[in-house]
C-alpha cells in the first residue's frame, strides 16, 4: 500500500488527530490515495478502539479538503459503471465506519471545505469550524452536474429535511460563508483561528464521551419535516420536482432532479439504504455527459483562464490607478462602477456634464440598493463613489493609466474621441474600446499608439456579467494584451482573448442564435415553440424576446453592415433567412424592439405582455411540422458551427475561450459546457458522443435546414 | 358460441356533498352493504351461491375503503364465503372498468353472475390518500409531466378555444337537466335512499345540486386551479410540452367541474340462463367495451380514442348511438369530446352530470351505468355509449342495447 496521508496522533487522552495531508497535491481530494489512507485509518481505528476516545479529523492544507477527483471522474464512460458505483460505496463505507466508530468524532476545519470535504465533515459528530478569511463550506457538485455521492445527499437530507435541505444546501450548491453554515446547521462551532481548532475538538470530545452517535443513529430519529408518508409533506411534494422543471426551463440538466430523487427515496428507507441510492443516481450523473461537459468548461476551462493561459509571459502584472471611460452611457457608467469597486479612481467623461453625472447616478443606485441589503459598509460604499469623477472636461484624464471607450458604435466618434485625449493620458496607457462589433484594426488607426489599442469588449449589464472579451488587433502589442488580462482580473471578471474581426467571438456567434430563431419564425413556426426551444435547449432567455430586447433595427442594421462587407470583399453573401422577417417587423409592422413598446412581443407600460397577436397571422404560424428537438439543436448547432468558423479564421486561440465565453457572455447553455464541448460533447439519439455524431448530425440538419449547417471541414 | 352478459339491474345510492353533506357520517362499507340489501329485495330469487365475485371500483383505496372493500362488503353483508369480492382502480372509470370486467367475466362463459360497481366516500378518504408514484416519486412526475387534471381541463379549453362562458354555460345546462330529470322523476328507478341501522332515511336525493344556477352566478367563482398552478409551477410544466401554448387559461372553477361527493353504485351482470333461473328479466346487453389513452399531461381526453375504439369493436357509428354519458369531470372535456365525435347536444349527458350531481370517484363510471339505461328505457332508444376521461390520460367506454 501507498503511503497513509493521515497522518495519525494520539495524544495522553486517547484522542487520535487525523490530520489530512496528500503528499502528492496541494489539497486534499478524493483519489486513490485518500481513499487507502482513510481505508487503512479506520481499519486502525476499529482495531484499536478500546485505546481510542475520540477522534480529531483536520486538514495541513490552507482548504480542508477539496473533494471529489474530477480528473478521473472526467474519464468515466457508462460502460464504468460498476467500477464509479463500487468507488463511492467504498469511499462513503468508510465515512460511515467512521460515523458508526462508537467514539466521538469531531471535524476541526481549518480552510473551505466544499463537496467531499464538507461531506467528510458531516461523517462526524460535531463541526469546529475556524472563522479565518478564505473558509467557505457547502456542496457545490451540483453546479459541475453531479450531486454530492460521498453520503452528502442522506446526511443533509437527515440533517436538515428534504424541503430544506434540498432547497438551500443541495439543489443550488451554494457556497456559504462560516456564519451562513452555523446558521443553517451545517456547522455546530466557531472558533477565531485555526490554533483554537484542536484544542476546541478535544474539549468537546473530553464533555462528550459519549457523543459518538449520529442523530440519525439514535432511535426514533425523525427528519424534520417528515417523509413523503407524511401528509403534509405529501401534500406540497408533487409541487417539488414540477417547480424544478419550471426553474430549469426543461433544460437537460439531470443533476437537481437526481439529488431531489435521492433526497425522497432515501427518506423512506434506512440511512445504508438511503446511501446505496445516493450512489446510483452518483453514478448514472457521472457516467453520463452533461457532468463531463461541466466539469470541462467550470473546473477545467476556467482553472486554464484563471491560471492566465491566454496571458502572454514575462510581463509584470499591470495595477491600474486612473481609468478615463470615455462615455457615460448605459456601458461607461457600468464599466466606471466596476473598476471603482476594484479600486481605480475614474474619470468618467461625456459631452455634457449632465450625462457624465447620469452615468454616476448609475453606480449610486446600486450602492443604494446594496447599502440596504447590508451587502457593503457606509464606508466602503462612500469611497467608492468617491473614486468616481464625472466630467465634460478631457483636461481630467490627465495622466490615467487606462483609457476604455464606450461611445455610440461609430468608427468615426471613436477616433475622435480618442484624439480628444491620447495627448493627455499618461504616455504609456493602454488604450481599450469597449466596441461590440467594430474591428479593433481600423479602430487602432484612429491613435497615434497602435500598439497598445485594444479591444475589452463588456457584457450588458456590467456589474452582473462575468465576462469581458479581450479583442488583439492586428497592431496591438503582447504587452499591451497582458495589461489588459490584467485589468479584467483585476475587476474579478473573466477574461477570454480573441483576435479581431467584425462581432469578434461573441457578438458574431450570438447573432446566428438570434437569426436561426428568427428564421424559424418565417418559416411559420409557431412563436410560442420557438421560444420554449430555446428555454429547453437550455438558454437563459427565449430568443424572440431577447431580440426584442435588442432591438431589431441593430440587428437590420448589422446585417446591411455584414452584407455590404462581404459584397465589398468580392464574397457572396452567406443564407439570410432571417433577413425578411426582420425587415417585415421593421419596416412594415413598425415593430422593432422592446424599447420601442412593440416588437415580437406586445409591452404595457414598459412591461412584456405577451406575444404580439398580429405575429401568427403575419408570418403563417402553425404551417411548419419541424420536430421540436430540431428547434433546438438548430440553435445550438449553428452557434457551434460559428465557434468552428471562429477557430478556422484564427478569431479563437482556446478551446477554454470559446466554452467560458459563450456560457458567460452569450448565454449558450450551461449543461453543453461550452460550444466547443458542445461539438466535442455531442451526443446524438442514437447515444453515440463526440465529433463525429456532431458532424453526421449537422449534415442532417443542413440537408434539412440549409447549407449553413454544413460543418466545416476542419470538423472532419 | 359466446354467452352474452346482461345488465339485470343498476342501482345507486344518492350523492352526498363533502364533509357537511348526509353521507359523511355513513362508513363507506355501509353504503355497499345498502345497496345489496336492496337487491336482495329487489330479486328475492337470486342465488347468492351463483354469484362468484362484487367487483368494486375505488380510487383511493385506503383506510375505510382500504384492504379490499369489495371481499369486505361480501363478509359484511353475509354474503355466501364463496362470492369473492375484488377492488380495482381505474381512477376516474372504475366503476365502468368494474361493470366491464364483470361482463368479460360474464361473456367468457367462465362466470354467470357477478355483481359490479363502485364506492367512494371523498369526504372521508380525501383524494390523494394514498400517494403513488405518479405524483409522490420526484422521478416519474418530472419525467411524465405530471400535473393535476385541472390543469390539463384548462389546458384543453385553452386549446380548444372554450371561454370561461362557454364552460359555464356548459354548468348551467348541467344543472338545468339534472333539476328536470329530478322533478321529472327519471332517476326514482335507480336511487336508493341510504338508511341508518334502524332504517332511518339518511339522505333520499342528490344533496350536491344548484338548480338555479346561471351563467352571471358562475362568472363570480374564482378559478380553481390558478393558485395550485402557480404554487406548483405546473402550467410551466404543461407549456413545456405543449410548446405551441403560449400561456394556459384558467376557466375552470368549482361551479364547472365535478362535485367532491360521496356514494355508491352496483350493476348485476349475468347470463342469459342465470337471469332466467333465477327470475330476473335482462335490462341490456353489453356490446362492447374498450380501454384506451392519450398524452398524460392534458390527461382527460382520453374519452374520444376509447369511444372511437369502442364503437369500431361494436360495429357501430356515431350516428347509430340514442344516447352518450360522458362523465362531466370538467365542462372542458365534455365541450371537447363532443367537438370531435360531432355528438349533437340532445344526446349527450341529458339529464345533467357531475358537475351538477357529483363525482364519488370510485362509483361514477356504474352510476352513470345506471342513469343511461333509465333514460334509455324511459325513450325507447336502442345504443348507448358510457365513458369516462381518466387520470393518467386513459379512457374506458362501453356500449350497451336495451332489451
Known amino acids: 500500500m501507498s503511503e497513509n496521508m493521515i497522518e495519525w496522533d494520539q495524544d495522553a487522552d486517547g484522542i487520535v488527530t487525523l490530520t489530512m495531508?496528500?503528499?502528492?497535491?496541494?489539497?486534499?481530494?478524493?483519489n486513490e490515495t485518500y481513499k487507502n489512507s482513510m481505508g487503512a485509518t479506520v481499519d486502525r481505528l476499529e482495531a484499536e478502539k478500546d485505546s481510542v476516545t475520540g477522534v480529531v479529523v483536520t486538514s495541513a492544507k490552507k482548504t480542508f479538503f477539496a473533494g471529489g477527483d474530477l480528473k478521473n471522474m472526467v474519464k468515466?464512460?457508462?460502460?464504468?459503471?460498476?467500477?464509479?458505483?463500487?468507488?463511492?460505496?467504498?469511499?462513503?463505507?468508510?465515512?460511515?465506519?467512521?460515523?458508526?466508530?462508537?467514539?466521538?468524532?469531531?471535524?476541526?476545519?481549518?480552510?473551505?471545505?466544499?463537496?467531499?470535504?464538507?461531506?467528510?465533515?458531516?461523517?462526524?459528530?460535531?463541526?469546529?469550524?475556524?472563522?479565518?478569511?478564505?473558509?467557505?463550506?457547502?456542496?457545490?457538485?451540483?453546479?459541475?452536474?453531479?450531486?454530492?455521492?460521498?453520503?452528502?445527499?442522506?446526511?443533509?437530507?437527515?440533517?436538515?429535511?428534504?424541503?430544506?435541505?434540498?432547497?438551500?444546501?443541495?439543489?443550488?450548491?451554494?457556497?456559504?460563508?462560516?456564519?451562513?453554515?452555523?446558521?443553517?446547521?451545517?456547522?455546530?462551532?466557531?472558533?477565531?483561528?485555526?490554533?483554537?481548532?484542536?484544542?476546541?475538538?478535544?474539549?468537546?470530545?473530553?464533555?462528550?464521551?459519549?457523543?459518538?452517535?449520529?442523530?440519525?443513529?439514535?432511535?426514533?430519529?425523525?427528519?424534520?419535516?417528515?417523509?413523503?408518508?407524511?401528509?403534509?409533506l405529501a401534500q406540497i411534494l408533487p409541487a417539488f420536482p414540477s417547480n424544478l422543471r419550471k426553474q430549469i426551463k426543461g433544460a437537460n440538466m439531470p443533476a437537481p432532479l437526481a439529488i431531489l430523487a435521492a433526497a425522497v427515496e432515501g427518506s423512506q428507507v434506512d440511512f445504508d439504504n438511503a446511501s446505496t441510492i445516493?450512489?446510483?443516481?452518483?453514478?448514472?450523473?457521472?457516467?453520463?455527459?452533461?457532468?463531463?461537459?461541466?466539469?470541462?468548461?467550470?473546473f477545467f476551462d476556467?482553472?486554464?483562464?484563471?491560471?492566465?493561459?491566454?496571458?502572454?509571459?514575462?510581463?509584470?502584472?499591470?495595477?491600474?490607478?486612473?481609468?478615463?471611460?470615455?462615455?457615460?452611457?448605459?456601458?461607461?457608467?457600468?464599466?466606471?462602477?466596476v473598476c471603482a469597486k476594484a479600486g481605480i479612481d475614474v474619470v468618467l467623461k461625456d459631452v455634457e456634464l449632465a450625462s457624465a453625472e447620469k452615468g454616476k447616478a448609475y453606480?449610486?443606485?446600486?450602492?443604494?440598493?446594496?447599502?440596504?441589503?447590508?451587502?457593503?459598509?457606509?464606508?466602503?460604499?462612500?469611497?467608492?463613489?468617491?473614486?468616481?469623477?464625472?466630467?465634460?472636461?478631457?483636461?481630467?484624464?490627465?495622466?490615467?493609466?487606462?483609457?476604455?471607450?464606450?461611445?455610440?458604435?461609430?468608427?468615426?466618434?471613436?477616433?475622435?474621441?480618442?484624439?480628444?485625449?491620447?495627448?493627455?493620458?499618461?504616455?504609456?496607457?493602454?488604450?481599450?474600446?469597449?466596441?461590440?462589433?467594430?474591428?479593433?484594426?481600423?479602430?487602432?488607426?484612429?491613435?497615434?499608439?497602435?500598439?497598445?489599442?485594444?479591444?475589452?469588449?463588456?457584457?450588458?449589464?456590467?456589474?452582473?456579467?462575468?465576462?469581458?472579451?479581450?479583442?488583439?488587433?492586428?497592431?496591438?502589442?503582447?504587452?499591451?494584451?497582458?495589461?489588459?488580462?490584467?485589468?479584467?482580473?483585476?475587476?474579478?471578471?473573466?477574461?477570454?482573448?480573441?483576435?479581431?474581426s467584425r462581432g469578434f467571438f461573441t457578438s458574431r456567434v450570438i447573432g446566428t442564435f438570434i437569426n436561426e430563431a428568427i428564421a424559424m419564425l418565417g418559416e411559420g413556426v409557431e412563436p410560442s415553440s420557438i421560444e420554449q426551444a430555446g428555454l429547453q435547449a437550455g438558454y437563459p432567455a427565449p430568443p424572440l424576446q431577447l431580440s426584442d430586447e435588442l432591438t431589431l433595427t441593430l440587428m437590420q442594421k448589422i446585417r446591411k453592415e455584414t452584407y455590404d462587407a462581404v459584397v465589398a470583399a468580392g464574397g457572396t453573401p452567406p443564407e439570410d433567412p432571417a433577413g425578411a422577417v426582420i425587415d417585415k417587423m421593421v419596416d412594415e409592422f413598425e415593430r422593432p424592439s422592446k424599447a420601442k413598446g412593440a416588437g415580437f412581443y406586445e409591452y404595457v407600460d414598459g412591461k412584456r405582455a405577451g406575444l404580439w397577436s398580429g405575429l401568427r397571422e403575419a408570418f403563417e404560424s402553425g404551417t411548419a411540422d419541424i420536430p421540436f428537438e430540431d428547434l433546438k439543436e438548430r440553435m445550438l448547432f449553428i452557434e457551434a458551427i460559428e465557434t468552428q468558423k471562429c477557430f478556422d479564421e484564427g478569431v479563437l486561440n482556446t478551446t477554454a475561450d470559446a466554452n467560458i465565453g459563450s456560457i458567460f457572455g452569450i448565454g449558450f447553455p450551461a449543461w453543453t459546457g461550452g460550444v466547443h464541448q458542445y461539438i466535442v460533447g455531442y451526443e446524438a439519439a442514437d447515444g453515440t458522443v463526440g465529433k463525429e455524431a456532431f458532424v453526421a448530425r449537422a449534415e442532417e440538419l443542413a440537408k434539412q435546414y440549409g447549407e449553413r449547417f454544413t460543418p466545416p471541414q476542419s470538423l472532419r | 358460441m359466446t354467452t352474452e352478459a346482461y345488465i339485470y339491474e343498476a342501482i345507486r345510492t344518492p350523492r352526498g356533498k363533502g364533509k357537511g353533506g348526509a353521507l359523511h357520517s355513513v362508513k363507506p362499507i355501509s353504503l355497499v352493504t345498502g345497496l345489496i340489501d336492496e337487491l336482495r329485495r329487489r330479486f328475492p330469487d337470486m342465488d347468492e351461491d351463483r354469484i362468484s365475485d362484487l367487483i368494486l371500483g375505488v380510487v383511493s383505496p385506503v383506510g375505510d375503503q382500504g384492504a379490499d372493500i369489495a371481499r369486505t362488503?361480501?363478509?359484511?353483508?353475509?354474503?355466501?364465503?364463496?362470492?369473492?369480492?375484488?377492488?380495482?382502480?381505474?381512477?376516474?372509470?372504475?366503476?365502468?372498468?368494474?361493470?366491464?370486467?364483470?361482463a368479460q367475466k360474464v361473456r367468457s362463459g367462465w362466470d354467470e353472475l357477478v355483481i359490479a360497481g363502485g364506492v367512494e366516500s371523498?369526504?372521508?378518504?380525501?383524494?390523494?390518500?394514498?400517494?403513488?408514484?405518479?405524483?409522490?416519486?420526484?422521478?416519474?412526475?418530472?419525467?411524465?409531466?405530471?400535473?393535476?387534471?385541472?390543469?390539463?381541463a384548462d389546458l384543453i379549453a385553452t386549446i380548444e378555444g372554450f371561454t370561461r362562458d362557454d364552460v359555464d354555460a356548459y354548468a348551467v345546462q348541467s344543472q338545468d337537466r339534472a333539476a328536470a330529470a329530478w322533478s321529472g322523476g327519471y332517476f326514482a328507478k335507480s336511487v336508493v335512499p341510504v338508511t341508518d341501522q334502524n332504517g332511518l332515511v339518511i339522505l333520499d336525493q342528490d344533496e350536491h345540486m344548484r338548480p338555479g344556477t346561471t351563467t352571471e352566478s358562475l362568472g363570480?367563482?374564482?378559478?380553481?386551479?390558478?393558485?395550485?398552478?402557480?404554487?406548483?409551477?405546473?402550467?410551466?410544466?404543461?407549456?413545456?410540452?405543449?410548446?405551441?401554448?403560449?400561456?394556459?387559461?384558467?376557466?375552470?372553477?368549482?361551479?364547472?367541474?365535478?362535485?367532491?361527493?360521496?356514494?355508491?353504485?352496483?350493476?348485476?351482470?349475468g347470463s342469459e340462463d342465470a337471469g332466467k333461473s333465477m327470475g330476473m328479466t335482462p335490462r341490456a346487453r353489453v356490446v362492447a367495451t374498450a380501454t384506451s389513452g392519450a398524452d398524460t399531461t392534458i390527461m382527460l381526453t382520453g374519452p374520444t380514442p376509447a369511444s372511437k375504439k369502442v364503437l369500431a369493436a361494436a360495429g357501430l357509428t356515431v350516428d347509430d348511438i340514442d344516447l352518450f354519458e360522458l362523465n362531466e369531470a370538467f365542462a372542458s372535456v365534455v365541450l371537447r369530446y363532443q367537438k370531435d365525435l360531432k355528438i349533437p347536444g340532445e344526446k349527450l349527458n341529458v339529464n345533467g352530470g357531475a358537475i351538477a350531481m357529483g363525482h364519488p370517484l370510485g362509483a361514477t363510471g356504474a352510476m352513470i351505468t345506471g342513469t343511461v339505461l333509465d333514460e334509455l328505457e324511459r325513450r325507447n332508444g336502442r345504443y348507448a355509449l358510457i365513458t369516462l376521461c381518466i387520470g393518467g390520460g386513459m379512457g374506458v367506454a362501453t356500449i350497451i342495447e336495451r332489451v
Open chain 1, 76 to 232: 468515466a464512460t457508462k460502460d464504468d459503471a460498476a467500477q464509479v458505483f463500487e468507488e463511492v460505496q467504498l469511499i462513503k463505507s468508510q465515512l460511515r465506519r467512521l460515523e458508526t466508530l462508537g467514539k466521538p468524532v469531531v471535524a476541526a476545519i481549518n480552510g473551505a471545505a466544499l463537496g467531499g470535504g464538507l461531506e467528510i465533515a458531516l461523517a462526524t459528530h460535531h463541526r469546529i469550524v475556524a472563522d479565518v478569511p478564505g473558509v467557505q463550506l457547502g456542496l457545490p457538485e451540483v453546479s459541475l452536474g453531479l450531486l454530492p455521492g460521498g453520503g452528502g445527499v442522506t446526511r443533509i437530507t437527515r440533517m436538515m429535511g428534504i424541503q430544506n435541505g434540498f432547497m438551500s444546501v443541495l439543489s443550488q450548491g451554494t457556497r456559504f460563508r462560516v456564519a451562513k453554515a452555523k446558521e443553517l446547521g451545517l456547522v455546530d462551532e466557531v472558533v477565531g483561528s485555526v490554533e483554537e481548532l484542536v484544542p476546541a475538538a478535544k474539549a468537546w470530545i473530553k464533555a462528550n464521551p459519549e457523543g459518538g452517535v449520529a442523530p440519525w443513529d439514535v432511535k426514533g430519529y425523525k427528519i424534520p419535516g417528515g417523509t413523503p408518508s407524511n401528509p403534509k
Open chain 2, 122 to 152: 371523498m369526504s372521508r378518504v380525501p383524494m390523494g390518500s394514498d400517494g403513488g408514484a405518479w405524483a409522490m416519486d420526484p422521478q416519474t412526475a418530472y419525467d411524465t409531466y405530471f400535473v393535476p387534471q385541472g390543469i390539463g
Open chain 1, 302 to 337: 476556467l482553472q486554464a483562464i484563471n491560471a492566465g493561459k491566454s496571458r502572454p509571459d514575462g510581463y509584470d502584472k499591470t495595477q491600474f490607478s486612473k481609468v478615463a471611460v470615455l462615455g457615460a452611457g448605459m456601458m461607461g457608467a457600468g464599466i466606471a462602477y
Open chain 2, 220 to 269: 363570480k367563482l374564482k378559478p380553481a386551479f390558478e393558485g395550485v398552478a402557480a404554487m406548483g409551477g405546473f402550467d410551466d410544466v404543461a407549456l413545456q410540452k405543449y410548446h405551441w401554448v403560449e400561456k394556459i387559461h384558467h376557466v375552470h372553477t368549482g361551479g364547472n367541474s365535478s362535485g367532491i361527493v360521496d356514494g355508491a353504485a352496483l350493476v348485476v351482470v
Open chain 1, 21 to 30: 495531508n496528500d503528499p502528492g497535491q496541494s489539497a486534499n481530494t478524493m
Open chain 2, 73 to 102: 362488503a361480501v363478509l359484511a353483508a353475509k354474503m355466501p364465503d364463496t362470492v369473492g369480492g375484488f377492488q380495482l382502480n381505474r381512477f376516474c372509470a372504475s366503476g365502468l372498468e368494474a361493470v366491464n370486467l364483470a
Open chain 1, 278 to 298: 445516493e450512489s446510483r443516481y452518483f453514478t448514472s450523473l457521472v457516467t453520463g455527459q452533461v457532468s463531463k461537459n461541466m466539469i470541462q468548461a467550470f
Open chain 1, 363 to 500: 453606480s449610486e443606485a446600486i450602492e443604494a440598493k446594496a447599502l440596504s441589503r447590508g451587502k457593503t459598509t457606509q464606508e466602503k460604499s462612500d469611497a467608492l463613489l468617491a473614486r468616481i469623477h464625472p466630467t465634460a472636461d478631457p483636461k481630467d484624464v490627465e495622466g490615467a493609466d487606462l483609457v476604455i471607450e464606450a461611445v455610440f458604435e461609430s468608427q468615426d466618434l471613436k477616433h475622435k474621441v480618442f484624439q480628444e485625449i491620447e495627448d493627455l493620458v499618461a504616455p504609456d496607457a493602454l488604450l481599450g474600446s469597449n466596441t461590440s462589433t467594430l474591428p479593433i484594426t481600423g479602430l487602432a488607426t484612429g491613435v497615434k499608439r497602435q500598439e497598445d489599442f485594444i479591444g475589452i469588449h463588456f457584457f450588458s449589464p456590467v456589474d452582473k456579467m462575468p465576462l469581458v472579451e479581450i479583442i488583439r488587433g492586428e497592431k496591438t502589442s503582447d504587452a499591451a494584451l497582458a495589461k489588459a488580462f490584467d485589468l479584467v482580473q483585476a475587476i474579478k471578471k473573466t477574461p477570454i482573448v480573441v483576435n479581431d
